[in-house]
Nanobody, 129 residues
C-alpha cells in the first residue's frame, strides 16, 4: 500500500498563495492516480483536483479551476497542489489521496471519494479575509 504524507499548509491572507506537497512511498507511483480533497468545518469532504501519475490529464472542481494546479515530481515521488488567489472559503483541511489507476478505464476522472484507497493525514489551510 502507498503511504502519503502532506505538508505545506498554513495561514495565508486572501489573495495569497500556498503550495501543498504530498510525498508518496510504497509501490511504484506510476501505478496510481492521485487526488486532493478538502474538508471545511461542518462540511463533507469534497474533491479539489486529480491526475494520473503516468498521464498528463488533470481534473479540477469548478470552485478552484484557474486558481489551483496539480502537478508531480517523478524523481521525488511527490504530488503538489499549487493554490493561488486564495479565498476565505478555501479554508479547510486538505487531504492527499491515491488509488491504483489500473482498476479504471482511461477516461475515468477520479473525482469521487470512493475512487481512493489510501489517504494522508491532512494539512490545515487557513485563509484570512
Amino acid at each position: 500500500q502507498v503511504h502519503l504524507v502532506e505538508s505545506g499548509g498554513g495561514l495565508v491572507q486572501a489573495g495569497g498563495s500556498l503550495r501543498l506537497s504530498c510525498a508518496a512511498s510504497g509501490p511504484p507511483s506510476s501505478m496510481y492516480a492521485m487526488g486532493w480533497f478538502r474538508q471545511a468545518p461542518g462540511k463533507e469532504r469534497e474533491f479539489v483536483a486529480a491526475m494520473r501519475w503516468s498521464g498528463s490529464s488533470t481534473h479540477y472542481a469548478d470552485s478552484v479551476k484557474g486558481r489551483f494546479f496539480i502537478s508531480r515530481d517523478n524523481a521525488k515521488n511527490t504530488v503538489f497542489l499549487q493554490m493561488n488567489s486564495l479565498k476565505a472559503e478555501d479554508t479547510a483541511v486538505y487531504y492527499c489521496a491515491a488509488t491504483p489507476s489500473i482498476w479504471y478505464n482511461p477516461s475515468h476522472q477520479f473525482t469521487r471519494l470512493s475512487d481512493y484507497t489510501n489517504w494522508g493525514q491532512g494539512t490545515q489551510v487557513t485563509v484570512s479575509s
